[in-house]
């Protein structure tokens, strides 16, 4: 026989609300209200899409004089030095003489640039206005004063350093040794470090490729010293760290090259591509109807190089700020 279903009978117990003990009693509701929305974030600013003629567009009618701003001398603890700062805003542009010259060798291109940017001119142990030095005169000294110079100034990172000939073994040997504050290179007719070897390799008379005796006689004790210790300067360059990944930008001339022979001239071409390959964001430009001066012989070109690599070096800061 099935099993008959087992029923169950509910009771139900009424009684008053009020006998009702507290802890069988339903609690109160309690409406909580939403949370409060976080406002939005603000909208980051624009990154600075900065075009050469843009820059050139603030440049003020005076940019264009040749000459520079009064010197002031900074009392280091390696010496007195000269040095012209002037202009304002970021990265610090910091001009490095090529040999025998000093700061006024920059005349209207530093002018020009100091109206976009700080801009920052000095002269080596020396020259100009700047006392003589017993210290050797290699490159990593030269580079050593040149900090004493910048800390004793305050004068901040990060730069953008522009050197010609000489001055650009000084600024290459700057970059490797302290690439963080390292913004962005312009090398005006620099000579590369293996340059001179190469040449030397391939049986060419050094009258090519070196400056000759009477230059040597004639110059100042400063420059004598300075070309003295070119090939250590050269050798402390290749011995230096890596080339910080910087913006760079190598102008060539054409005018001297192109009376070399050949074989040389091919060294010298590649030598300046070597160097625009030392960063991934390097290029080179050869300069038409310049000599080794480019700067004197073509100044619209190393105007427009340097606003390149300050645009750039500003567009990279703002983006990393975002």
Known sequence: MPSQPIRRRTTVLRMPQDAV??????????????????PPPPPAEPLPLLSVDALRARMGPGARDETMPPHTMSYTPMGARAFVSAGTGGPTVLFEAGLGHGKNAWGRIFNEISAISHTVAYDRAGYGQSELSKQPRDGLQILRELRALLQTEEIKPPYVLVGHSLGGTIVKLFAKTYPLEVAGVVLVDARHAEFSKRCKQLGVHRMWYEP???????????????????????????????????????????????RWPERIGKVWDASQRNMAKMSRLGRMKIVGDSGHNIHHDQPDMVTTAILSVIAAARYAQAKNKS
């Open 21 to 38: 003990p507290a802890y069988l009693k339903p609690s109160s509701r309690t409406t909580v209200a939403p949370l409060p929305k976080a």
């Open 212 to 258: 000759p005796a009477l230059l040597f006689a004639m110059a100042s004790s400063a420059t004598r010293a300075e070309m003295a210790s070119a090939a250590l300067t050269a050798r402390q360059v290749r011995r230096a760290g890596e080339f910080p990944p910087v913006p760079l930008i190598v102008l060539s001339q054409d005018r001297t090259t192109s």
